[in-house]
């Protein structure tokens, strides 16, 4: 399983990016990708996931609202298309598979990661 993300870069607050992670290897039937963030001294943390066969969706509550996930089956990429970015978006992005069928929301239980995506949101 390889995922590659891509579509980060420098925006002014309000903007808006949408980055794709392709994804390649064996089957997704059944199991999750996920966007995850993490700004220098955090923690990593989970912002949207969406399950590849059903295209059910799942936000954090920084995301509900302003970002949407969905995936192409067919060009197996999965998007995040984020809109009215704010300062505190900035981040390396990064996307991953669950570790299992299902959705999951935290990073352990995801196995497989690309190599992340700098978002960086001026004020």
């Known amino acids: 399983v390889q995922l590659q993300a891509s579509g980060g870069g420098l925006v002014q607050a309000g903007g808006t990016l949408r980055l794709s992670c392709a994804a390649s290897?064996?089957?997704?039937?059944?199991?999750?990708i996920g966007w995850f963030r993490q700004a220098p001294g955090k923690e990593r943390e989970f912002v949207s996931a969406?399950?590849?066969?059903?295209?059910?969706?799942y936000y954090a509550a920084s995301a509900k609202g302003r970002f949407t996930i969905s995936r192409d089956v067919v060009k197996n990429t999965v998007y995040l298309q984020m809109n009215s970015l704010k300062p505190e978006d900035t981040a390396v992005y990064y996307c991953?598979?669950?570790?299992?069928?299902?959705?999951?929301?935290?990073?352990?239980?995801?196995?497989?990661w690309g190599q992340g995506t700098q978002v960086t949101v001026s004020s």
């Open positions: 991953a598979r669950t570790s299992y069928r299902g959705i999951a929301t935290t990073a352990p239980r995801y196995d497989y």
């Open positions: 290897g064996r089957t997704f039937s059944g199991y999750a």
């Open positions: 969406v399950t590849w066969s059903a295209g059910t969706t």
